[in-house]
């Protein structure tokens, strides 16, 4: 089973609009992380924000907000007030357990297009 | 936030010929490090993990001989693609862990390897 899925392979959002990002996850491991990166067109991953398992609100970073339900295993992310810069793909991630220790699965992406 | 570098960040090699990406992480000691590939328009998938001092635990389906890993301190590991096939033409990440004091992977901005 695939342990990331982000259903949406495509966005379109005018700008300064915001839109939610999907991603749902599955794991048995009752503690674990969750992260949403951005990758543009120059490859690099740039980390955006990170949730853990037990953490009891949503994280918040800037202009980015990780809607958490964890009854439903989602982690959705929201962009508000979209940029033209926040065209990108945008990858969803999870890792087992709560330290650095291991790896992150990445699910297939969703690539965003933010129209003026 | 920490750095990591890669280096190169591109390189076109021949056929059958080997060639050897860095990993560093700059600012940090890197206890683990994870090496990633993404072939055009995919996701990232593990290669492999590596702790410094250890050999490398590699994911299935990947060639421990073909890929070879080497992490002989805390901010250097390398991954040498020998014998390069055209198949192997690739985005390789990076990401380098602190797990002891962080729960962060800190990315490199990948290497891009065409082999003609």
């Known amino acids: 089973a695939q342990k990331i899925t982000q259903t949406q392979p495509g966005m379109f959002v005018q700008e300064k609009e915001a839109v939610t990002l999907d991603c749902t996850y599955d794991t048995s491991d009752p503690s674990y992380g969750l992260f949403w990166y951005k990758q543009p067109s120059s490859g690099e991953m740039i980390f955006l924000i990170y949730?853990?398992?037990?953490?009891?609100q949503n994280a918040t970073e800037g202009r980015y907000s990780l809607n958490f339900q964890k009854a439903r295993k989602s982690a959705n992310l929201v962009i508000s007030a979209s940029q033209l810069g926040d065209s990108a793909m945008y990858f969803c991630?999870?890792?087992?357990?709560?330290?650095?220790?291991?790896?992150?699965?990445f699910g297939t992406g969703t690539r965003l297009t933010v129209i003026p | 936030g920490a750095v990591v570098s890669q280096h190169p960040s591109r390189v076109i090699c021949k056929s059958g010929t080997s060639v050897k990406i860095e990993c560093r992480s700059l600012?940090?000691?890197?206890?683990?490090m994870f090496w990633y590939r993404q072939f055009p328009k995919q996701s990232l998938m593990l290669m492999a993990t590596s702790n410094e001092g250890s050999k490398a635990t590699y994911e299935q389906g990947v060639e421990k001989d073909k890929f070879l890993i080497n992490h002989a301190s805390l901010t250097l590991s390398t991954l040498t693609v020998t014998s390069a096939h055209p198949e192997d033409s690739s985005f390789y990440i990076c990401?380098?862990?602190?797990?002891?004091?962080?729960?962060?992977?800190?990315f490199g901005p990948g290497t891009r390897l065409t082999v003609t």
């Open positions: 949730q853990g398992s037990y953490d009891q």
């Open positions: 600012d940090f000691q890197a206890t683990t």
């Open positions: 991630a999870m890792r087992e357990g709560l330290t650095g220790a291991n790896n992150l699965f």
């Open positions: 990401s380098a862990s602190a797990w002891a004091v962080s729960y962060e992977q800190y």
